[in-house]
């Protein structure tokens, strides 16, 4: 089975500043991970996704992951926020065969002028 | 992608009663996943609808409790029966899985009092 941990349960930041929300998983088969944002009172929205090749992925909004096998990490960033960006950020993973998306607890990132 | 409307979007239901949550996709899907976010909470997926079979639930969730329809290829509900507060949370409705990441509708904010 898959898991993953997202340590920050909250992240508060100025504007402009840049921000890296981390992200571990764990699971002992090839998976598939993704980053959702839920802004207040909406549903979730993929940001990015890693499936395979170049361990780097930019996504919406300005956001980018890097996949770190070996540290068995997916942690998410941006160089430089915006009030806009103040939202919930999930973390999720799914095995390659499985199908079940698994998501983190969430990161509440809170950007303050 | 995938545009999912769920509706309602809120409400506020009396214990003991019942809520049916309506799902509506824009395209045939052989799958939606039904999911629940308890406040503060990440996403706890209750069950899968495929068209033309009984749902699956997870573990802790019967069919009982959440029963659900799938009447055909862009369309299900969720009924959260005989509700207590301790079902007051945020009813999310979803397609996809796998490579492609999941697609949500705006969810459902219930409030049981």
């Known amino acids: 089975a898959q898991s993953v941990t997202q340590l920050d349960s909250q992240v508060p930041v100025f504007e402009e500043a840049p921000v890296e929300l981390r992200c571990n998983y764990s699971s002992s088969v090839s998976v598939y991970l993704f980053w959702y944002v839920q802004y207040p009172n909406q549903g979730l929205q993929l940001l990015l996704k890693?499936?395979?090749?170049?361990?780097l992925v930019k996504g919406i909004n300005g956001f980018e992951a890097e996949f770190n096998k070996s540290q068995t990490s997916f942690h998410l960033r941006k160089p430089s926020v915006h009030i806009s960006d103040t939202a919930e950020y999930f973390c999720a993973v799914v095995n390659t065969g499985f199908q079940k998306l698994v998501f983190g607890t969430g990161t509440r990132l809170l950007v303050s002028p | 992608s995938a545009v999912i409307s769920q509706k309602p979007s809120r409400d506020i239901c009396q214990r003991g009663t019942s809520l049916t949550i309506q799902c509506q996709v824009d395209s045939q899907v052989t799958m939606m996943f039904w999911y629940r976010q308890q406040p503060g909470q990440s996403l706890t997926l209750i069950a899968t609808a495929n068209q033309g079979s009984e749902a699956t639930y997870e573990s802790g969730f019967v069919i009982d409790k959440f029963p659900i329809s799938r009447p055909n290829l862009t369309f299900s509900t969720l009924t959260v029966s005989n509700m207590s507060p301790e079902d007051s949370s945020i009813y999310l409705c979803?397609?996809?899985?796998?490579?492609?990441?999941?697609?949500f509708g705006q969810g459902t904010r219930l409030t049981v009092v």
């Open positions: 979803s397609v996809g899985q796998g490579a492609h990441g999941a697609f």
């Open positions: 890693y499936l395979s090749g170049s361990t």
